[in-house]
């Protein structure tokens, strides 16, 4: 197993253009996770999935955000008519939901540059 | 909801010497664990060090180790004989049932030759 992979890793677009992130999580792992990650700050929760069902997710993903995992594996998140606020690096992570104590293993992230 | 709170944004420290980073959290779940992530320049972010909250004894991996406080709700990581390898941003978190991760806003660790 590789780990956690994110495709692409960078991705540069004009504000206004619609976006979409990869991730293959570690094949075993049943959770998944979106994260946001500012320079200079610790990476802020966008949403979670167990299996394929969208479980949480957190207030930072306005409407112009969308993610899913069809099948339960990977997952993409979606950045509709984007801003240059949307820009930053977007991370993904993997873990085991039946394990609490369990790390999440995560992808080297996407990073976004709306210009 | 929780929070996460680092107060150190930088640090430095001399090659094969000892580093305290500091964190503190807060949450009112009786059940959560707190982690020390490591995250090099341009790589992805890799787990230091992790604490069960129910567990009084506080963890150790290699060189790292935790002192854990769980009433003043402090977790600060403890880095010995450090390495130029060790430099990068470290981030504490914490999780409550892994539902999601809350971190702090780093440190950024630098060691001196």
């Known amino acids: 197993d590789t780990g956690v992979s994110q495709d692409p890793r960078h991705k540069i677009t004009k504000r206004g253009q619609n976006v979409t992130f990869r991730c293959d999580p570690i094949s075993e792992h049943n959770r998944l996770y979106w994260y946001r990650q500012t320079l200079g700050q610790g990476p802020e929760f966008l949403t979670y999935f167990q299996n394929e069902a969208q479980l949480e997710k957190s207030r930072l993903l306005s409407d112009r955000f969308s993610a899913e995992r069809p099948k339960g594996s990977f997952s993409t998140l979606e950045i509709q008519r984007t801003e240059q606020g949307d820009s930053a690096m977007y991370l993904c992570?993997?873990?085991?939901?039946?394990?609490?104590?369990?790390?999440?293993?995560f992808g080297q992230g996407t990073r976004l540059t709306v210009v | 909801a929780q929070t996460v709170t680092q107060s150190q944004p930088e640090m430095s420290v001399q090659e094969a010497e000892t580093v305290t980073l500091s964190c503190t959290y807060d949450?009112?779940?009786?059940?959560?664990?707190l982690f020390w992530y490591k995250q090099p320049p341009s790589r992805q972010m890799i787990l230091v060090i992790r604490q069960e909250a129910y567990k009084q004894q506080n963890a150790t991996e290699n060189r790292f180790s935790v002192n854990f406080q769980k009433a003043a709700k402090s977790f600060s990581l403890k880095i010995s004989d450090s390495q130029l390898g060790d430099a990068a941003m470290y981030f504490c978190?914490?999780?409550?049932?892994?539902?999601?991760?809350?971190f702090g806003t780093g440190t950024s660790l630098t060691v001196i030759p």
């Open positions: 949450t009112s779940e009786s059940d959560y664990y």
């Open positions: 992570a993997s873990s085991l939901a039946w394990a609490f104590n369990t790390e999440a293993f």
């Open positions: 978190a914490c999780s409550n049932t892994g539902n999601q991760f809350y």
